[in-house]
């Protein structure tokens, strides 16, 4: 990232200040084409359902922030919708009408929806986000966005389409998503073969979130992470889930084949570094939860700098508590 410094214009009285802008080559990480097959060859799977535990559990999550929001939506989207992960837990009541937009048309035509609520669906890639300016007022994200390629334009396309004091809510895994999967591959294939290949495609860190949403134009951030740690019998069923969720790596840059001689050696090591205390071995999926506002000026705004009256170290006088207040001994 190579920031263009900003130049001070003086016009008579008025000082012009040029914003700084900054040139992010786009570099593409992921194969679009191959999510997409990926997805639908899961979606037309029959035990597709026996796969949905991890997206189900954070998809009821994020409806229920929704819900904490004490308004009603009139036009919403749910951006990545999968088999309907958010859809199919949004209450009619809190929003009124709602698009469910995915890569797969597979995975489309299996939302079911929630009673009440007023929803249709639509083709669309992620990454090609394309809505009508100011036309929403709620879009929803729930474990879609860590497949995109240029995030921080998604995230512009998402502020454009977004009304004035518009919310977007999001989930995506984190960086320390499978961890201990990522380890155990590379120590057996630095073992057998003496160097590292990426099988477990790159996350986005938490701290990386909110300055993307900045650089989107969102304001009155809130990120928190929260992690599931989930048991398998071992790494072999682990790699199977992860196939039957449609998670299996689609960077451009994985290699087609791992041996067999590396894939035992790898379950041993993740069997011996990460096992239960009860059976079998453990994964993590970090989930980053965040939400982000367009701005307003309805919205609350910061004081100007300066304007405070009372020093920190006065705050102990300052706030007292009130006579008969707190508890008594």
Same mark, same amino acid.
């Given at each position: 990232?190579?920031?263009?410094?900003?130049?001070?214009?003086?016009?008579? $009285? !008025?000082?012009?200040?040029?914003?700084?802008?900054?040139?992010? +080559?786009?570099?593409?990480?992921?194969?679009?084409? @191959?999510?997409?097959?990926?997805?639908?060859?899961?979606?037309?799977?029959?035990?597709?359902?026996?796969?949905?535990?991890?997206?189900?559990?954070?998809?009821?999550?994020?409806?229920?922030?929704?819900?904490?929001?004490?308004?009603? #939506? *009139?036009?919403?989207?749910?951006?990545?919708?999968?088999?309907?992960? @958010?859809? %199919?837990?949004?209450?009619?009541?809190? @929003?009124?009408?709602?698009?469910?937009?995915?890569?797969? +048309?597979?995975?489309?035509?299996?939302?079911?929806?929630?009673?009440?609520?007023?929803? $249709?669906?639509?083709?669309?890639?992620?990454?090609?986000?394309?809505?009508?300016?100011?036309?929403?007022?709620?879009?929803?994200?729930?474990?879609?966005?860590?497949?995109? %390629?240029?995030?921080?334009?998604?995230?512009?396309? @998402?502020?454009?389409?977004?009304?004035?004091? /518009?919310?977007?809510?999001?989930?995506?895994?984190? /960086?320390?998503?499978?961890?201990?999967?990522?380890?155990?591959?590379?120590?057996?294939?630095?073992?057998?073969?003496?160097?590292?290949?990426?099988?477990?495609?790159?996350?986005?860190?938490?701290?990386?979130?909110?300055?993307?949403? %900045?650089?989107?134009? #969102?304001?009155?951030?809130? =990120?928190? &992470?929260?992690?599931?740690? =989930?048991?398998? +019998? $071992?790494?072999?069923?682990?790699?199977?889930?992860?196939?039957?969720?449609?998670?299996?790596?689609?960077?451009? %840059?994985?290699?087609?084949?791992? /041996?067999?001689?590396?894939?035992?050696?790898?379950?041993?090591?993740?069997?011996?570094?990460?096992?239960?205390?009860?059976?079998?071995?453990?994964? *993590?999926?970090?989930?980053? #939860?965040?939400?982000?506002?367009?701005?307003?000026? $309805?919205? +609350?705004?910061?004081?100007?700098?300066?304007?405070? &009256? !009372?020093?920190?170290?006065?705050?102990?006088? !300052?706030? &007292?508590?009130?006579?008969?207040?707190?508890?008594?001994?």
């Amino acid at each position: 990232m190579l920031p263009m410094l900003g130049k001070s214009v003086r016009a008579g $009285s !008025v000082v012009l200040q040029q914003h700084r802008q900054y040139c992010t +080559p786009v570099v593409n990480i992921f194969d679009r084409n @191959v999510k997409r097959l990926q997805r639908e060859r899961a979606a037309k799977r029959e035990d597709v359902e026996l796969y949905d535990y991890i997206k189900e559990e954070v998809g009821y999550r994020l409806a229920d922030r929704i819900f904490d929001i004490k308004r009603q #939506f *009139t036009n919403a989207v749910d951006l990545g919708a999968g088999r309907g992960y @958010v859809t %199919n837990h949004v209450l009619g009541e809190t @929003v009124q009408k709602l698009t469910a937009v995915d890569l797969s +048309p597979a995975m489309l035509s299996q939302i079911k929806g929630s009673p009440g609520l007023d929803f $249709s669906i639509r083709e669309m890639d992620e990454e090609r986000f394309q809505f009508e300016d100011d036309s929403l007022d709620l879009v929803v994200s729930s474990l879609s966005m860590h497949w995109i %390629n240029d995030l921080p334009a998604c995230f512009r396309a @998402v502020n454009r389409a977004l009304k004035p004091d /518009g919310v977007f809510i999001g989930a995506m895994f984190g /960086g320390d998503t499978l961890y201990e999967l990522r380890s155990a591959l590379q120590l057996a294939e630095q073992e057998r073969k003496g160097g590292l290949a990426p099988h477990v495609s790159p996350f986005t860190q938490i701290r990386d979130v909110g300055m993307l949403l %900045n650089r989107g134009g #969102f304001t009155m951030l809130t =990120i928190d &992470t929260d992690e599931l740690v =989930i048991g398998y +019998p $071992s790494m072999y069923e682990l790699m199977f889930d992860l196939q039957g969720m449609a998670e299996s790596n689609a960077a451009f %840059n994985r290699p087609l084949h791992v /041996g067999r001689d590396t894939l035992m050696a790898a379950a041993a090591i993740y069997k011996d570094m990460y096992a239960r205390k009860e059976e079998g071995v453990q994964a *993590t999926f970090q989930i980053i #939860f965040f939400v982000g506002w367009k701005p307003c000026a $309805s919205q +609350p705004q910061p004081a100007e700098r300066g304007s405070g &009256t !009372v020093s920190f170290k006065d705050l102990g006088k !300052v706030m &007292t508590p009130k006579e008969g207040s707190g508890c008594k001994k």
